[in-house]
DNA sequence: ACAGATATGGTACTCAGTACCATCGAGCGA
DNA sequence: TCGCTCGATGGTACTGAGTACCATATCTGT
């Protein structure tokens, strides 16, 4: 919420108007003269009608990058986490609006298409910080998009719950989240799980061998045992990831 | 390539101004005069100037719709496989054409975006689809969405490599980059266990291997297997039978 | 040849976005 | 106090995308 008082007044007119009127029936000069101020000022403030319903995606934006760049490589998943976690933490802070911006961006074509430019570059700023972390190899590259989407991935289904209101606690089930990402795209999850299997090596993850004998085949036991499992690692709340599953 | 007569030389027509002239800096006006037609004609052929240069991204989508509409929920991971497999050979087989417009999306941000937009319906597609897979527990939305973006994501980096000439067999590396998303979300391999097991029979007293990934150890949750292993085969009235468990 | 459907062309309009210039008020030095 | 600059603002005029509407042509079957 930063801005001079004409440009929190054009804010305001501007979603005002695209909730009464909506979106395309709102001309910019109707938003500037419900503020009290010329048409020319409210390009100035904001370069287009779309960017004056995302305030200060710059300024998170550079937020992110300098949370990244002031990480050593060794921290990244860590470093990724918290700069996720600063975004979501950005919208939790803006309540109402943040909920009111959703009701546009789900209806307007446009503006749904401007917020999606906006993850993409968060996503970028994410991989370009974790291809340092991903080595050498082939394939490296691909690892660093897969994971860099994921972290955006994730951090969007807790945020998109809020704000449906689905979810009194979003920072946990970011936390559960943004653990389940760790798990499949981090060579070793961050605290938790480093404890337990510490003697297990560079898998960090224990695998669990089950020799059925049994009438029933795999399909049909698989979710009930993958439920159980997910039980099992309640307090973490993920899923579990199974592997293969091999019938003889 | 679809598309009338006139269609085929205003998509030309535009290409080649964008290219000498800049996207900006050509009019809509200028593309349907070289394409000897009237500024009507083209905006009932493309609804808009940026549509122009994605020609038949709604029959791609319509296709991947299709594609997976037509597939059993059991066969999910090949299923989507196969959806992207689509796209990437639509992209291959426009040769020069999906260069160039690569060259226009990479600069202009507004057909960026309008990509962008494009490869998250992809991704919505995939989504819907996969989350009739993931099953119930808690935790099957969010494993749907990471599924689906990888998927998208490693479309997109092979689909860059070749845009960029930097492979020469793209299909190949489609396969591993499927393969790998497929590895870290796909419970099992999609095809070999449903051949393996067609003889088995219904009735067959098999031996299952399941192998399960997950942070907490065996004995903690051999438990709750047994215990969900049990209500499995409760149903069909034999007991259960389960045979060592084996942790590495 | 006639009637209707379909594709096309033209005209006029709205509105976003840009460029340019004029104005106003606050501060500031002489 | 006068005059100056600087930053913010307002106004005007323009370009160009996109829409609405109507007129015309071409093609169809009868």
Redesign the interface.
Known sequence: MTGSPTEQRLRAAAFELFEQQGYDATTVESIAERAGVGRTTFFRAFGSKEDVIFPDHTDVLARVRQRLAASSAAETPAAVTEAARLVLRRYLDEGDLARARYRLTRTI?AL???E??HL?QYQQEFRDHIRRWTGEEP?A??RA??MA??V???HN?VLRRWLRGLTEDPEREFD??MA??L???APS?PT??AG??AG?GAGA?????????????????????????????GS?????????????
Chains 1, 2 share one sequence.
């Open positions: 074509p749904r298409s401007r999606i430019a993409q394939g590259d691909l998009e897969l989407s994921s955006v991935v994730a289904h559960a989240a389940q990402v798990r499949t795209h999850a938790e799980i337990d299997d297990a993850r224990g695998t669990t061998v089950v020799v059925l004998r049994s009438p029933v085949d795999a399909d049909a036991v698989l979710p009930a045992l993958r439920r159980a499992l997910a039980q099992a690692e973490e709340g993920n899923g579990p990831a199974t592997g293969p599953v091999l019938t003889s």
